[in-house]
T-cell receptor, first 113, second 113 residues
Framework: AQSVTQLDSQVPVFEEAPVELRCNYS??????LFWYVQYPNQGLQLLLK??????LVESINGFEAEFNKSQTSFHLRKPSVHISDTAEYFC???????????FGQGTILTVHP | NAGVTQTPKFRILKIGQSMTLQCTQD?????MYWYRQDPGMGLKLIYY???????DKGEVPNGYNVSRSTTEDFPLRLELAAPSQTSVYFC????????????FGNGTRLTVT
């Protein structure tokens, strides 16, 4: 069985400050890892993914995440956040066939001016 | 670019009523999924399908049914609505299943009273 734990349910931060959203997973087999973002009243959108290769993956809007196999973590970071980054962020793991994702509980990121 | 389309956007049901949540995708994806999202709980997989005519249960299938007669459509049926089914329902699709990112619809907000 696989599971995902997002360690913070809410993260408030000021604009232009750095942020880290933490994600730990458990799985007995190799995994694919994802971060999704959800803006109010919308569906989830893919932010970035780790499938294989380099353990550091980046998104087009400045987020990055590092796969750490020994610590079973996939934390999301951004060096300088914007008001528009305010959203809920979900970490997800896929270690089964058929692409069935297991999601974490979500972290609400609120960026204050 | 329609992507994944869900209808209706909102619905209020009385206990014991039935309804079908519609989901259609125009990306020719083989894999389709139904998730429910409850506050602080992340997303839980209800049912999934790997192609027309093939469906299987996810983590929380009780009280729901699905069918997949075409590649495009994946309706979710609630037969006897209960208050515990009050939730936001998301349909998603992916091209290759394992390791492929999911494309989500904008969700259906269902209230059962």
């Amino acid at each position: 069985a696989q599971s995902v734990t997002q360690l913070d349910s809410q993260v408030p931060v000021f604009e232009e400050a750095p942020v880290e959203l933490r994600c730990n997973y458990s799985s007995s087999v190799s995994v694919y890892l994802f971060w999704y973002v959800q803006y109010p009243n919308q569906g989830l959108q893919l932010l970035l993914k780790y499938l294989s290769g380099s353990t550091l993956v980046e998104s087009i809007n400045g987020f990055e995440a590092e796969f750490n196999k020994s610590q079973t973590s996939f934390h999301l970071r951004k060096p300088s956040v914007h008001i528009s980054d305010t959203a809920e962020y979900f970490c997800a793991v896929d270690s089964t066939s058929y692409g069935k994702l297991t999601f974490g509980q979500g972290t609400i990121l609120t960026v204050h001016p | 670019n329609a992507g994944v389309t869900q209808t209706p956007k909102f619905r209020i049901l009385k206990i014991g009523q039935s309804m079908t949540l519609q989901c259609t995708q125009d990306m020719n994806h083989n894999y389709m999924y139904w998730y429910r999202q409850d506050p602080g709980m992340g997303l839980k997989l209800i049912y999934y399908s790997v192609g027309a005519g093939i469906t299987d249960k996810g983590e929380v299938p009780n009280g729901y049914n699905v069918s997949r007669s075409t590649t495009e459509d994946f309706p979710l049926r609630l037969e006897l609505a209960a208050p515990s089914q009050t939730s936001v329902y998301f349909c998603a699709s992916s091209y290759e299943g394992e390791g492929s990112p999911l494309h989500f619809g904008n969700g259906t907000r269902l209230t059962v009273t």
